[in-house]
């Protein structure tokens, strides 16, 4: 069992920053791949960025030059710095890992429960 438990949502102006983060626990062997995906309002599920364990990243056309994904590996924590924030950002950012809870066992997908980004205009 492993769970995700983002922080660092909330309200910020447009223009402005916000940094979340997101701490895996449990029976994790590895972390192959950590992100950031969102869901506004009556939109589908969108990818905001993920890095590998080996820290390639991948970012949404929407996204970059803006924001800023990194990784601790030793903590099982992953970093999203979000700068120059928009009133389109506005959405719940759902923290994922692709997790590995043993050598053998096959990666599985993991989600934590979302926290709220609002950017006023």
């Known amino acids: 069992q492993v769970q995700l438990v983002e922080s660092g949502g909330g309200l910020v102006q447009a223009g402005g920053s916000l940094r979340l983060s997101c701490a895996a626990s449990?029976?994790?062997?590895?972390?192959?791949?950590v992100g950031w995906y969102r869901q506004a309002p009556g939109k589908q599920r969108e990818l905001v960025a993920t890095?590998?364990?080996?820290?390639?990243?991948n970012y949404a056309d929407s996204v970059k030059g803006r924001f800023t994904i990194s990784r601790d590996n030793a903590k099982n924590t992953v970093y999203l710095e979000m700068n120059s924030l928009k009133a389109e950002d506005t959405a719940v950012y759902y923290c994922?890992?692709?997790?590995?809870?043993?050598?053998?066992?096959?990666?599985?997908?993991?989600w934590g429960p979302g926290t709220q980004v609002t950017v006023s205009s």
């Open positions: 994922y890992a692709r997790v590995r809870t043993s050598w053998t066992t096959p990666a599985t997908d993991s």
């Open positions: 449990g029976s994790i062997f590895n972390l192959p791949a």
């Open positions: 890095i590998t364990s080996g820290g390639n990243t």
